[in-house]
């Protein structure tokens, strides 16, 4: 399924994004195959096993929600840092977004705009070194699209064409 395609805007406007899967969304509307998905599927169900195995790998950064989605080792970074989440004025930005790409480091970002509210309290000055340590270690790669990877039970690892193909 493509970016824009019109099959992904159909499943789109018919169950929402597939990046919400969760039970407690459940309506009457929904097919049987949607509640069955999200039931096995969604937030609480054994850890959440089926999102916790997707991970993307970053290419134009584009794609990728900054917060809200698996690029750094495996975390939503949203989860691992929620007071610098609450203070964020980016909060649905993509990692493009907040990337300041440059020549200085090969693939890499020299610079993160991240905006905040108001001043930081000295320990939330603590979270944000702690977070721009982490994604400084990602490896930057603006020759491609980002793509979605899926760890399988065999460990092997999946690539899902440009993050929508399942």
Sequence with gaps: MSENGLWRDILDARYGSWRSIDGALIQRNQSTWWKDLCQI????????????RFQWQLGDEWCVKFWKDRWVKGQILKETFPRLYLISQCKDSLVGDLAALGKIRSGGCYRWNLVWRGERFEWEKHLEVQLLDMISKVQLNTEGQDRLLWEGNDQKVYTLKYGYNF
């Design 41 to 52: 599927c969604g937030k609480g169900a054994q850890d959440n096993w089926f999102d916790s």
